[in-house]
């Protein structure tokens, strides 16, 4: 008799599927493992070999803060609305700094991990992704700096801290959305590995991080808004101040829709193209 046949292995072509989201969601928990390892890897070496390790993530978020508070605070003599202009900063530099050090992070994730990309299968948003989720380390250590601030000044929420967690939601998922962008963009075209850095550099400029948003005068309110990260920094203040600092619900949703819209996109164009990151890289 002959010899019974193995059985066949056959791999799905609904991974390519832009339209098959809980199709990607069960891929994503069928490789969970693989994203806590690539995750953790990622923290380890964040700062290895560098001279003063894990202190980087305390220098650059009290440096930042200091500078913007003299130039802004101190010379400008900007409106604080109510808040110690050292907490004003450092509360809207916390989700910022998420958000820059995630979109940066994202946009060369695919080309340092082209080794893995180009010799087995596993779903390609786990890279960009956990990427994501390592730029929390530096969010949690800025959380610890506020806490000491706020102690120092005497600052104390109120009821509105409850909703930080949610604000907190939509800067991840911004960070998340424009790093798919970047991810798969700087796959086909690497100009983009020089342009994140710039945008996040502008970005910090043009985004309310060492002012108050009521500044911009009211004409151009609605334009500004359309910068995601104007609701979110309004809302992370509005939260840790116990509403001393203003939060506009209509920026808030204009917020929201963008950067529903942006990780929508994000996860379809990924979803596209990811079939051929391995040919590219």
Not at 190 to 219: C, K, M, N
Not at 223 to 251: C, E, H, K, T
């Amino acid at each position: 008799m002959p010899a019974s046949q193995p059985p066949e292995l056959v791999i799905d072509a609904r991974r390519g599927d832009t339209t098959d989201f809980p199709g990607l969601c069960r891929d994503l928990w069928q490789y969970r493992e693989l994203f806590y390892f690539l995750a953790w890897r990622d923290v380890l070496v964040r700062y290895k070999q560098t001279v003063i390790g894990i202190a980087w993530a305390v220098l650059k978020p009290v440096l930042t803060m200091v500078a913007l508070t003299v130039v802004f605070g101190r010379l400008a003599q900007l409106p604080s609305a109510g808040m110690p202009y050292p907490i004003l900063v450092l509360a809207a530099l916390m989700p910022w700094q998420f958000f820059s050090s995630a979109m940066s992070e994202c946009s060369s994730s695919l080309i340092d991990d082209a080794h893995l990309i180009s010799k087995i299968y596993f779903p390609r948003m786990i890279i960009p992704a956990s990427s994501v989720i390592v730029s929390l380390m530096d969010w949690a250590i800025s959380g610890v700096i506020l806490l000491i601030l706020m102690f120092w000044y005497g600052v104390v929420p109120g009821w509105q801290i409850m909703f930080l967690p949610f604000f907190a939601l939509l800067a991840f998922a911004l960070s998340l959305g424009v790093g798919l962008w970047l991810a798969a963009l700087t796959v086909k075209y690497r100009d983009f590995r020089q342009v994140v850095p710039f945008v996040a550099q502008f970005g910090l400029y043009v985004s309310p991080v060492g002012f108050s948003s009521t500044v911009i005068p009211g004409q151009w309110r609605i334009l500004y808004a359309l910068n995601p990260m104007v609701g979110i920094i309004d809302g992370f203040r509005w939260a840790i101040s116990g509403g001393l600092s203003p939060l506009r619900i209509p920026d808030l949703v204009l917020a929201t829709v963008v950067l529903s819209a942006t990780l929508w996109s994000g996860a379809r164009y990924f979803r596209r193209t990811e079939r051929r990151f391995a040919d590219i890289i």
